[in-house]
């Protein structure tokens, strides 16, 4: 985040004061934003502002690197209460997963800190699911990522949910078995 940027956004969550600011999307185009700031949140690639978002009546995770100009201080708000207790948890799970099409929950049969080595926080949260089991949930707005994320990591899994998960997975191991000269189950042509 830019120093000019952080230290009005700063100012505006400490004196409680709206800010408006033009905000790139992920496809490029730019909206000018008016919100309450509450709190800037690292997570250890990027800064997020979490804010409530006066034109859509809803709380809102703003890619700091994705302000487009320098925010200009408005009125005073009367602060309201958070979305969560943990500002930065809120983040982790904005940005992991409410965003995307589908959420993807996997048991990894590995332990929590073995996983945690290799999936970092901006890609899923995780939790001890007890012994040598650990819970991965993460947003993907296509199947064949998670699919190929997680044979990658070269751990045994199980698919939770989505149900369309499960079946893309069948629909991959037949097709990826046929093509290694074994014979498995047929499935159809996975979803794209």
Not at 105 to 115: D, F, M, N, S
Not at 123 to 135: I, K, Q, V
Not at 163 to 179: H, I, Q, V
């Amino acid at each position: 985040m830019d120093p000019q940027q952080l230290t009005v956004v700063s100012a505006a969550i400490a004196d409680k004061r709206q800010l408006s600011f033009d905000y790139a999307k992920a496809n490029g185009d730019t909206a000018r934003r008016l919100v309450e700031p509450y709190g800037l949140v690292d997570t250890g690639r990027r800064w997020y502002l979490v804010a409530w978002d006066v034109d859509r009546e809803d709380w809102r995770t703003f890619r700091a690197d994705r302000i487009a100009s320098l925010p200009v201080e408005r009125r005073k708000y009367s602060p309201r209460p958070l979305p969560a207790n943990d500002l930065a948890d809120y983040v982790q799970r904005s940005v992991t997963r409410s965003p995307y099409r589908y959420d993807v929950v996997v048991r990894l049969h590995a332990p929590l800190g073995e996983v945690a080595a290799v999936v970092g926080p901006q890609l899923a949260s995780l939790s001890d699911d007890g012994g040598n089991a650990t819970l991965l949930r993460a947003g993907w707005d296509s199947l064949a990522q998670p699919a190929a994320h997680l044979a990658s990591l070269g751990m045994d899994f199980e698919i939770i949910a989505p149900e369309e998960f499960k079946d893309y997975a069948r629909t991959m191991a037949a097709r990826l078995g046929k093509a290694a000269g074994t014979r498995v189950l047929q499935a159809e042509a996975p979803p794209q």
